[in-house]
C-alpha cells in the first residue's frame, strides 16, 4: 500500500499500470475483534 501526497508520486509507466491492476482487484477485508466483519471489493468509506 502507499501512502503519498497527491501528484507527488513519480513512477514509471509500467508502475502506474501495475498500480492500476492492484486497485481493480483489491479486496477490502473488515475486521472486529479479531473475526470478519465485511469482505467487499469495494474500499470502505472513510
Same mark, same amino acid.
Given at each position: =500500500?502507499? *501512502?503519498?501526497?497527491? #501528484?507527488?508520486?513519480?513512477?514509471? +509507466?509500467?508502475?502506474?499500470?501495475?498500480?492500476?491492476? =492492484?486497485?481493480? #482487484?483489491?479486496?477490502? $477485508?473488515? *475486521?472486529?475483534? +479479531?473475526? $470478519?466483519?465485511? $469482505?467487499? +471489493?469495494?474500499?470502505?468509506?472513510?
Amino acid at each position: =500500500m502507499f *501512502f503519498f501526497e497527491e #501528484n507527488t508520486l513519480s513512477v514509471s +509507466d509500467e508502475v502506474k499500470k501495475e498500480l492500476d491492476w =492492484m486497485r481493480n #482487484n483489491a479486496v477490502w $477485508i473488515s *475486521f472486529k475483534n +479479531d473475526e $470478519i466483519k465485511n $469482505i467487499s +471489493d469495494q474500499a470502505p468509506e472513510a
